[in-house]
């Protein structure tokens, strides 16, 4: 009765979006569609369009799921109000998220916490003078 719906937005259908936006967009969507399934890129675009079609609340009594996960995708990245830019950065934010579990298991908020106090204290640091150098007197 339905077509083919899957819980979550397959990467078969990446290939499929290709010419839902602009020239960017088609750019990437080519580039990440010639890429294995568990390339960081591939999942970092699965992330950006379970995120924009709501996969996460879709189930198989709903609208989405009658469409399929082809048509649904095609229509959550052609329906997205912004620019390609926007939605290209989506995917980056996406990619560092999945880039950031992957290599150290930690989640982006934590991470980019660290990183900010790294950063705090690195500025501090440079204020005060170290005891090795030497000042001209």
């Not at 979550?8 to 979006?17: D, G, H, K, Q």
């Not at 369009?49 to 989405?64: E, P, Q």
């Not at 109000?81 to 992957?102: C, M, N, P, S, V």
């Amino acid at each position: 009765m339905y077509p083919e719906s899957e819980i979550l937005f397959p990467p078969r259908c990446i290939p499929l979006l290709a010419e839902a936006r602009g020239k960017a967009w088609k750019a990437l969507v080519r580039r990440v569609a010639r890429l294995p399934e568990d390339h960081p890129d591939t999942l970092a675009l699965s992330l950006t369009v379970i995120r924009l079609a709501g996969c996460l609340t879709c189930d198989m009594d709903s609208y989405r799921a009658s469409l399929g996960c082809a048509a649904c995708s095609q229509r959550a990245v052609a329906g997205f109000k912004g620019t390609d830019e926007q939605l290209i950065h989506r995917f980056e934010e996406a990619r560092e998220e999945i880039e950031a579990y992957l290599n150290q298991g930690t989640p982006l908020s934590t991470r980019r916490k660290v990183l900010s106090r790294k950063a705090r204290a690195k500025a501090s640091s440079k204020d005060v003078p170290s005891s090795g150098t030497s000042r001209k007197r």
